[in-house]
């Protein structure tokens, strides 16, 4: 489980196709620290630590770790889209005690939208998404949401998507801060907002 707060902006070192993908991520992360096969989210997605190490190849003594993504995982996220030198939202797994700063994230993708525009709001940036007609009901005004791992609060929604405003903070501290119009990310709705379309469905029934 995380939370959607994001604690470092990874690198893509090498990314290896294969049976799988395989990943190499450099960070700041000290790697001593992970255990062989922890969870850690990249950009929205739980994957699972195969290696670590130090020397990430581009940064002599900067540490590392790499993952491997299945073709299920590259269908339902934007990892596809994921190249070297490209920077990615990190956050580890929740440990007992931990503040929950954000909400309960995940790391599981429920799809992917579209940033169709960018524009200057204040000393915010007011983003506006896509979504797929699947998610819709989903999403709602003042509700959370996950994208690209981050945990953020839902502005307004309409038949053509949704809005959400992201402040100064969080532009610098992830990938936020650097991305454009035409731009996929990886959305995971609010469990709880799962779980309320789901006992709504079974009432109908």
């Not at 454009?180 to 469990?191: H, M, Q, S």
Request: charged share 20%; proline share 1%; aromatic share 6%.
């Amino acid at each position: 489980m995380f939370t959607g707060i994001i604690t470092d902006i990874g690198r893509i070192e090498k990314a290896e196709a294969a049976g799988d993908t395989k990943y190499v991520i450099a960070t700041a992360y000290e790697t001593d620290g992970i255990a062989i096969g922890a969870s850690i989210c990249c950009s929205g997605v739980c994957l699972t630590v195969v290696d670590k190490g130090t020397d990430s190849g581009t940064d002599p003594g900067t540490d590392w770790f790499s993952v491997t993504a299945s073709a299920e995982t590259l269908a339902c996220s934007n990892l596809g889209d994921w190249g070297v030198g490209m920077n990615i939202n990190l956050e580890r797994a929740l440990k007992v005690g931990d503040e929950l700063g954000g909400h309960i994230v995940s790391g599981h993708v429920d799809g992917v939208v579209e940033i169709t525009s960018i524009d200057k709001d204040g000393d915010s940036l007011r983003f506006r998404f896509t979504f797929g007609e699947d998610l819709a009901h989903y999403i709602a005004p003042k509700g959370s949401v996950c994208l690209n791992g981050v945990s953020l609060t839902v502005n307004e929604v309409d038949a053509d998507g949704f809005g959400i405003n992201i402040i100064p903070h969080t532009q610098e501290m992830t990938t936020f801060g650097h991305a454009k119009a035409g731009d996929r990310v990886n959305l995971e709705i609010d469990v709880l907002a799962r779980y309320v379309a789901r006992l709504a469905q079974k009432e109908t029934l």
